[in-house]
């Protein structure tokens, strides 16, 4: 069954470095992909938004853990430890651990560093004293070494993930966690220790890193900076002596890696078997389904474009592309990968990114993971069932096998967007960089549909055809979609949860009947000339089991051994013509008493009893969705649960439906 927390949360508020940040988040990352979405939160966001149901983790990285308690002391921290000692989990580096700590000794005798004082949320019972090395200076890496730890492995349950005896650390300006092995009692285990001699009076057992049992959550701390990776360090920071630093600390990244990965185990997260890998962005491969169509595009292109030599390059307001065509060299002889990038924290938008033109069809030897040609024959078959007349969406197609961001790549760059037919469609077998509301969630998983769809919405459609409804014939045409793939996939048991997210019956809980969810959406909106610009992202776990469920994994269960079976290419073909179907007939007809019948029959909430946050934690029946600008109804309930005749009308872009939970919460 699918977990039911995926948020690891990284706060990135007053104190954070915005390198420990960076470092972390990356680590993190790469660790656990595709089971959770690691995003920033800021502590605005952890004193006054409900983080916690949907946590796994959160996170408190290195910096100056004072700014820390300014920012938390009091409410944020009284949230902390409730969500900890409740079965949640905290990890804290460096400052994370002083943090974390219930008295915080720091450069003792120094008085431009000394700081004492008691924490609040005292995880680890006693004093955390630092540095344990000498040298430590703000903003500097004066201070900086490659520590040596020898890791308690039997501490970490070295038969269920691969534990190291010990590995060379980053470490600056880091603590000791003072005479551990004594608290065992209260549920404290060491599990790593400094394997040097230190510049503070460490008590018994030298801890570096510790175990902390919260109430039924627990936290990890550390001195050093197990989640810096050598390949994200700037051996520009420093001299010779912090170039070895960076050589020692690269030598032992396996270890250091297989460490962390199994400190994650501890604290009860489910970490990848392999190590996700950072893939370096490949070319963007344009074609039509009619190949001739290409030229027209290419000359309107060329408007935006400059030119430098023979290459041509449209330099956006978020990437620059390289204009080319395949005739430009031999596609079959030559890396898809481009050029300038290594492993690491990478700055995409300093990536020149290669725009092939094509005219034909491209064939699989220039795109191995899509099949093109299948794609575009399951398309026409679609078009030419279409009692719309479907023929735009999807006709032009951008494909990459690794980028940033299909959303990224049409809404952030928007000469490029305007020059586009209506209904391309930018789609990838990997994002690096996939956007969700309000944050990053890095690597995609394999096996998930991601593209999105350019929509020219005519200004004078506005009253009669409002925006904010295309996100809902989206989330309509996901689930229409699917349920008209094939023979028997009407059966699939998915549903729209407001306002535009699909939800689906795990199929190993049809017991209990619950419900994960398979599909998100993101449309952003703009005004260009006479005309609202829309970009349409849609990520489908096509395939992928995690971090929820698959179509595949469904139709298993409801459609059964006869199932046709999941491709992405024709999944893509089916969504987007019946995107463009429900799109064609919402511009004549608004969003009329036929659609909300259609919008209401895969609707999760009907009648569904809900707490509205934003009423001070009301009761309320939620009645459906607003005609004229989609705002969810929902009646206030009274005594024995009757309606008081009182309806709140409330906006998608500030809260958000809590469908497992019935609450309707301010968003995150």
Known sequence: MAPSRFNVLVYTGNGTTVESVRHCLYSLRRLLAPHYAVIPVTADQLLHQPWSPSCALLVFPGGADLGYCRALNGAGNRRIEQYVRRGGAYLGFCAGGYYGARHCEFEVGDKTLQVIGDRELAFFPGTCRGGAFEGFAYNSEAGARAAQLSVARGALSPEQVVVPEGFRSYYNGGSVFVDAGRYADKGVEVLARYAEELNVDAGEDGAAVVYCRVGDGAAILTGPHPEFAAVNLDRKAGGAEYGKLIDAVAADDKARTDFLKACLVKLGLQASQSTTTVPSLSSLHLSARDPADTAPLLASLREA??????????????????????????????????????????????????????????????????????????????????????????????????????????????????????????????????????????????????????????????????????????????????????????????????????????????????????????VNSHFSGREYISVVGIGINATNAAPTTSLSALAARFVGPTAAPITLERLLARVVTTFEELYTRFLRTGFDRGFEAMYYADWLHTNQVVTVEEAGGARARIKGISRDYGLLLAEELGWEDRGTGRVWQLQSDSNSFDFLRGLVRRKI
């Open 305 to 522: 474009v400059t030119a430098d030599g023979p290459q041509e390059y449209l330099k956006d307001e978020n990437d620059t592309f390289r204009i080319e065509k395949p005739g430009a060299w031999s596609m079959d002889g030559l890396s898809d990968t481009l050029p300038g990038q290594q492993e690491g924290i990478v700055d995409y938008r300093t990536v020149e990114k290669r725009l092939i033109v094509h005219d034909d069809v491209p064939g699989s030897k220039t795109t191995p993971s899509f099949n093109h040609h299948a794609y575009y024959a399951n398309l026409r078959e679609f078009q030419a069932r279409s009692r719309e007349g479907a023929s735009e969406f999807g006709s032009h197609l951008m494909y990459g096998e690794v980028i940033t961001s299909t959303n990224t790549i049409l809404e952030k760059n928007p000469k490029l967007l305007r020059q586009l037919p209506n209904g391309t469609t930018a789609t990838a077998t990997t994002q690096v960089a996939g956007r969700g509301r309000g944050s990053n969630v890095w690597v995609s998983p394999a096996g998930a549909l991601m593209f999105s769809t350019v929509v020219h919405h005519p200004i004078d459609k506005l009253q009669s055809a409002p925006v904010i409804f295309i996100q809902y014939l989206a989330a309509m045409a996901v689930v229409q979609g699917i349920k008209s793939y094939d023979k028997g996939y009407e059966a699939m048991p998915v549903k729209l949860k407001w306002p535009n997210d699909v939800y689906a019956q795990d199929p190993d809980a049809t017991a209990t009947n619950q419900y994960a969810k398979i599909c998100g959406i993101l």
